[in-house]
């Protein structure tokens, strides 16, 4: 396959064209925690606390997963717009084989850790039964989990993004089939609750993965997986890990916040923490959307830096700046205008319902400002830079975010939390800003080296 389109063709009708399908992937791909919560909200608010405190931990090994495959992402694409074709099979054949071990020991290690990790968070019996139900069930699926965005991001290195779109909806198309026959018992199907919602998710993520296998075998692409390339070599694993483990923590980061955010909202109210839960699946939906502008560009970004078109990189960078900025403007207005009828999706106790309108309000204001932090974060990994990348999510999501949620909390309760989201997008922004135009420097300060 030839992929010098990468580097002649021209960048916004390029963006686009690997934008757009990663935009309605990442898009599908938010609905899956959304679908579960709307079909488990039917059965009461306990289990949608549930599912609200075992979202950090699901995060967590999506962050593993992901942030690894990022990591092959960026080797295989800097590698194949270098010329080097056997490196960029060994990053892929090698990353596979890496991230199935990976979700290996995430299976163990946290159906293992739950129960000690909610009784931090949940004095609730009932709500703790629940949540154990439905992780314990979800976890046995991580291996397809880190399997399935592995070769999601091979896929994507390659510039095959349609296959990466189809595979994405047809695993969530078995899911929203699946949860409401799981869920509440129909035709065939026992009712079992919230079991069914960890069921219905593992089941349609699998598809996705044996979708990418058939396309894998059907339709080659030019990166390989070679089982004589499978055992790990110190120069690529090293190249993997650089980028994997810093994106891994970039995407672990939110699970670490959202924790903190709920032993802090959880001294006011846990209704707070049920609208914090909420707040979540509505802004994946969001900033999905625009990271598959990211997702999209960062196989540019890593193809043309390695070819040396550093202008085109600048270019890309730029234009996927506009795109994200343009999603979080519609977040916003969304946010606004129909804040009520996006929480009535997921309760119906008007006073829950009422502090999640003005949670939503307030946190919208960071919304089309946090473009920045987002777009030069994945830009960074996508050129191979993981560790100031990780500098931007740690400031974004610890350094000020937890500090500043805790302060403004003791002056205004619960709606200081709140205040805190729009105040940290706008410090991260700037810092973010900064950051890039110091790390996207290559080796010398002529202005046609200056990404």
């Given amino acids: 396959m030839d992929q010098t389109f990468m580097k002649e063709k021209k960048v916004l009708p390029l963006v686009l064209s690997m934008s757009l399908p990663m935009v309605l992937s990442m898009a599908v791909n938010s609905l899956y925690n959304i679908v579960d919560s709307y079909f488990v909200a039917k059965l009461s608010e306990d289990a949608m606390t549930a599912l609200a405190l075992v979202f950090p931990v699901q995060n967590l090994i999506n962050a593993i997963a ?108 078995v899911n929203m089939v699946l949860d409401p026959l799981m869920i509440f018992g129909i035709g065939i199907f026992p009712a079992m609750g919230i079991q069914g919602a960890a069921y219905a998710t593992g089941i349609g993520q699998s598809i996705s993965f044996l979708v990418y296998l058939l396309f894998y075998i059907a339709a080659p692409i030019p990166i390989k997986i070679e089982r004589s390339l499978l055992r790990p070599k110190k120069e690529i694993a090293k190249r993997l890990y650089s980028v994997g483990i810093s994106a891994s923590l970039t995407m672990a980061l939110p699970s670490l916040l959202v924790s903190a955010l709920n032993g802090i909202l959880a001294g006011f109210s846990e209704k707070y923490v049920l609208v914090l839960g909420v707040y979540y699946k509505l802004q994946t939906f969001i900033y999905l959307t625009a990271n598959g502008i990211i997702q999209g560009i960062r196989p540019l970004m890593g193809y043309n830096y390695g070819a040396g078109e550093y202008r085109r990189v600048k270019r890309i960078f730029q234009t996927a700046l506009f795109l994200a900025i343009g999603v979080m403007v519609v977040g916003t207005a969304l946010s606004w205008l129909m804040p009520a009828q996006l929480m009535g999706l997921f309760t119906e106790n008007m006073e829950t319902l009422g502090s999640g309108v003005t949670a939503l309000h307030m946190i919208s204001l960071g919304f089309v400002v946090s473009a920045v932090s987002v777009t030069c974060s994945g830009a960074l990994e996508g050129l191979g830079m993981g560790k100031p990348s990780l500098v931007i999510s740690l400031l974004r999501y610890v350094l000020v975010m937890i500090p500043a949620a805790f302060v403004f909390s003791r002056f205004a309760g619960a709606n200081g939390v709140w205040a805190a989201f729009p105040f940290t997008e706008f410090v991260t922004a700037a810092c973010a800003f900064i950051i890039y135009q110091r790390a996207a420097v290559l080796g010398d300060t002529n202005e046609n080296r200056t990404l």
């Fill in 66 to 173: 992901i942030g690894f495959a990022i990591g092959i992402n960026a080797c295989a694409s800097y590698y194949t717009g270098a010329g080097e074709n056997r490196k960029a099979n060994q990053a892929a054949s090698q990353g596979i084989f890496l991230n199935f071990l990976h979700g290996v020991l995430l299976t163990i290690l946290c159906i293992a850790a739950m129960p000690l990790f909610l009784r931090m968070f949940s004095p609730e019996q009932a709500v703790e039964e629940l949540a154990l139900a439905y992780s314990c069930r979800a976890f046995l699926f991580s291996v397809m989990i880190t399997l399935g965005v592995s070769f999601e991001k091979i896929f994507q290195a390659a510039g095959r993004m349609k296959t990466s779109m189809f595979s994405m909806i047809c695993g969530f198309a």
